[in-house]
Structure formats: structure tokens, C-alpha cells
């Protein structure tokens, strides 16, 4: 993988790249897989893990709202502040987020996982997103590791 001196700078809501964007982003793809996939509408509910420094530093950071943001769809590189604020509070007041920028689903930042005490083997900056059905089967769920600068495995 090239990486040219203009990667080393991302755009995206603060104060880490590692603790906002990278998440963000990875909530942004995990919510596009599960679009891509044609499971969307079968979506019950939500799981977030965060593991490592993403959970003991994740309200600190940010990580948490960001995460929410990348899950109704919004890169951080293309979200426009007003509509942060805008999003943020709606989730706050309704207690819900457009999974994927249209399934309503009851989720908020007090329903994340907190693992601060677990590392996964990869990297310290681990996450899980999990989504089941309304048996409790999963339907799609996918580890991401935000590695530095917003880049995402």
C-alpha cells in the first residue's frame, strides 16, 4: 500500500484521529457492508465493543459519538459540523439512530461495550460491531483496529 504525504493528514471531527475518525470510519464501512449485504432491514439490534485505550479514553475522545455518526452513514471527512451537532442531539433526545441512514434502531452511547482492560492481538485501538435479528441471530459482525492517523484495518 502507497502512502503519499497527503494521507498523513485527515479531515474529521476531533480531538484524535485514532479515537474519532479511524472509529468513525470503521463505523462508516461496517454500516455500508451491512447495506451492501441485503441484510439492513433484518437488523434487531446493536452491539459496539471497544476495546483497549479506544474504551479507557472513549467519552474523553469522543470515540463513542463518533462511532455513532459513522453507524448513520457520515465519513468524517464529508460530515459538516451543523449536522453533527444536529445528529448527535437527535440521537441524545430520541434515544434512536438511523442505522446505515435508514433502519430507526433504539441505540445510544450508554449501549456501548466498554473492554478497557482487553487487548485485542492486533492492536490496542479495537472494536466489534455486531447486529442480530429479532431471534438473536447475527446477521453481520466485524472487528476493526483504528491503527493511527484515521487509517482503519
Do not use: C, Q, W
Request: without cysteine; proline residues 5%; charged residues 15%.
Amino acid at each position: 500500500m502507497a502512502v503519499g504525504v497527503f494521507d498523513l493528514f485527515s479531515i474529521g471531527i476531533g480531538p484524535s484521529s485514532s479515537h474519532t475518525v479511524g472509529p468513525m470510519r470503521a463505523a462508516a464501512v461496517f454500516a455500508e457492508e451491512l447495506k451492501a449485504s441485503g441484510k439492513l432491514e433484518r437488523v434487531a439490534s446493536l452491539r459496539v465493543d471497544l476495546y483497549g485505550s479506544l474504551a479507557a479514553t472513549g467519552h474523553g475522545h469522543g470515540t463513542m459519538t463518533a462511532i455513532l455518526l459513522g453507524l448513520e452513514g457520515y465519513h468524517p471527512e464529508l460530515i459538516l459540523p451543523d449536522e453533527v451537532e444536529e445528529r448527535l442531539a437527535s440521537i441524545a433526545e430520541t434515544g434512536t439512530l438511523r442505522l446505515a441512514g435508514s433502519v430507526a434502531l433504539p441505540y445510544g452511547v450508554k449501549d456501548m461495550v466498554l473492554r478497557p482492560l482487553t487487548v485485542l492481538p492486533r492492536h490496542t485501538n479495537g472494536m466489534t460491531f455486531t447486529v442480530s435479528d429479532a431471534d438473536g441471530n447475527v446477521l453481520h459482525a466485524a472487528t476493526f483496529f483504528s491503527v493511527g492517523g484515521g487509517f482503519i484495518v
